[in-house]
Nanobody
Framework: QVQLTESGGGSAQVGGSLRLFCTGA????????MAWFRQVPGKEREAVGA????????YYAEDAKGRFTIAHGDARNTWYLHMENLELEDTAMYTC??????????????????WGQGTQVTVSP
């Protein structure tokens, strides 16, 4: 059973930066599409960024483009979300997610089989 664990959340000021990490345990082979989603109370969960298994293609939400970077980590089944120039609107619970191999990498949350518990990001003035 694959288990995803996030780390790196916390607090930052507007204009600051944070890096979130996700580690997938329980699978020797590579997972598929790896992504980060976020959610605030009262709103739907949204994909922030996704990276394909081979790393050749990425997806970013419109308001993440130019500020956030998603990439694989050095170890298998690890990935991170580097967030710069943070805005108040980035405050949310961030959750990493992954698919089985060969699943197309799209921001559709229903495509993702594996989810972490989430890590809170709070941006203050």
């Amino acid at each position: 059973q694959v288990q995803l664990t996030e780390s790196g959340g916390g607090s930052a000021q507007v204009g600051g930066s944070l890096r979130l990490f996700c580690t997938g345990a329980g699978r020797r082979s590579s997972l598929g599409c790896m992504a980060w989603f976020r959610q605030v109370p009262g709103k739907e969960r949204e994909a922030v960024g996704a990276v394909s298994r081979g790393g050749r293609s990425t997806y970013y939400a419109e308001d993440a483009k130019g500020r956030f970077t998603i990439a694989h980590g050095d170890a298998r089944n690890t990935w991170y979300l580097h967030m710069e120039n943070l805005e108040l609107e980035d405050t949310a619970m961030y959750t990493c997610a992954a698919t089985e191999p060969f699943t197309s990498c799209t921001p559709d949350s229903q495509k993702f089989e594996y989810w972490g518990q989430g890590t809170q990001v709070t941006v203050s003035p």
